[in-house]
């Protein structure tokens, strides 16, 4: 469901996506920093030109059903995503306090994907109950999505939208 969502938003904002998709049935989590732009030319061509990232993760942990942790070496990027997702998912925390974020899931290793651009990122991880997978998460909708994750999405391009983008270096 993460593809899906960063997928969705990147459409929704008209901004580049690129994933790395886990097969279904694949239970072994692959960390983030041994995905190397120097062995995909995808990948590097995306970092190549990007600003800056948001990378879309699951996560689970006992006791945080509704936070969604927002690490990443971009604080300022992620304050402005925890703006936008909280005003759209009110019953919902976003951590954006490195502190409050198990070390592990801080994203914040030089070689993570999401810290590569010149203006870093964000590594959104989202609890199974927003991606639709907890038994209290709110039932999909008949395009199979359920209703928190299209405000999700809905989020997460307005944020896209509204931050700015850096000037380009004049011309000469």
């Known amino acids: ?7 969705r938003a990147a459409a929704a904002s ?3 996506f690129y994933a790395v998709v886990h097969p279904a ?14 062995e995909s ?8 030109h990007v600003d800056v990232v948001v990378s ?14 927002a690490g990443g070496t971009n604080r300022e990027l992620a304050g402005h995503l925890a ?10 925390a976003v951590v954006t306090d490195l502190a409050d974020i198990p070390p592990e899931l801080r994203g914040l290793h030089r070689h993570n994907p999401v ?21 209290a998460s709110p039932p999909p909708g008949d395009d199979g999505v359920s209703p928190v994750v299209h ?14 983008v850096p000037a380009l270096p004049p011309e000469g």
């Open 83 to 92: 703006a936008h997702i909280g005003a759209a998912l009110p019953d919902y």
């Open 41 to 48: 030319a995808a990948l590097r061509r995306f970092l190549d």
């Open 115 to 135: 810290n590569r651009p010149p203006g870093g990122g964000v590594q959104l991880e989202l609890p199974p109950r927003v991606r639709g997978l907890a038994p």
């Open 25 to 38: 049935h694949e239970r072994h989590h692959l960390a983030s920093t041994r995905f190397d732009p120097a």
């Open 1 to 7: 469901m993460t593809d899906v969502i960063a997928e």
């Open 56 to 69: 879309i993760h699951g996560y689970g942990r006992h006791g945080r059903w509704l936070d969604l942790l």
């Open 151 to 164: 405000s999700l999405v809905a989020a997460l391009a307005a944020a896209a939208a509204t931050w700015p």
């Open 14 to 16: 008209d901004a580049s």
